[in-house]
């Protein structure tokens, strides 16, 4: 069973529309992160929360706006899409932030900006 | 900041042949080393990681990798592959200061049964 949900595994979205990614985490973790990874560009960091507080931002657009309801949620709302925003944005979690903690990632979100 | 370079991006070898991917990084400090496999349409998956001790590492179905700090490498191997472990392989650094991973461009492995 996935310990790491991704809700939708694909989504097509209209330019100038926005969207929200849903991660749910079952591995009682205490990291979050947000990852993206397109045909352009190898895998990329854009968030990281521990205990529901933002720790890292490598996303130079506020477009891109996490959202942690719950220790084990981190949403991604993307808003004003562009075409360059289509990729697979992964979520991913940790024990804890610390750099011997390993990376669990879900299955990814796959969104298509046309 | 650290870099991680994977010279390969694609690797084709058969079923039972040994195979090694590449991995070269670059940072002054300290860090954590790690490969990840991610197969298609799938998220990545931890495969092993390094930070000190023996510069061999074993990891999950067969795989090792060498930790080389002369030459500032961290290859994966396998000494017999199995058409299933086609995949796209991903070395990570990871800063002991900062905790950021930094993910190299993948290598595409392709085994031919």
């Known amino acids: 069973d996935p310990k790491i949900i991704q809700k939708p595994k694909y989504l097509v979205a209209v330019t100038g529309s926005e969207k929200i990614l849903i991660c749910e985490q079952y591995l009682g973790h205490n990291a979050m992160y947000w990852y993206r990874q397109s045909a352009k560009k190898p895998l990329e960091f854009m968030f990281s929360?521990?205990?529901?507080?933002?720790?890292d931002n490598q996303t130079a657009s506020s477009r891109f706006q996490p959202q942690s309801s719950k220790k084990n949620h981190l949403d991604l709302q993307i808003t004003a899409l562009k075409p360059d925003d289509s990729a697979t944005y992964f979520c991913?979690?940790?024990?804890?932030?610390?750099?011997?903690?390993?990376?669990?990632f879900g299955e990814g979100s796959r969104l298509i900006v046309v | 900041t650290q870099t991680v370079s994977q010279s390969d991006a694609h690797v084709t070898v058969f079923e039972g042949d040994s195979v090694e991917l590449r991995c070269n990084y670059s940072y002054g400090g300290s860090i954590y080393l790690s490969w990840y496999i991610q197969h298609h349409g799938r998220g990545l998956q931890f495969l092993l990681k390094?930070?000190?001790?023996?510069?061999v590492v074993q990891g999950v179905n067969g795989f090792e990798a060498e930790f080389s700090k002369s030459d500032s490498s961290f290859h994966l191997r396998k000494a017999s592959v199995h058409w299933s472990d086609s995949a796209v392989y991903f070395c990570a650094v990871i800063n002991t200061g900062n905790y950021k991973y930094v993910f190299g461009a993948g290598t595409r492995l392709k085994v031919i049964a």
């Open positions: 929360y521990s205990y529901q507080k933002l720790m």
């Open positions: 991913a979690s940790s024990q804890d932030t610390g750099p011997g903690n390993t990376l669990y």
């Open positions: 390094y930070y000190s001790g023996n510069p």
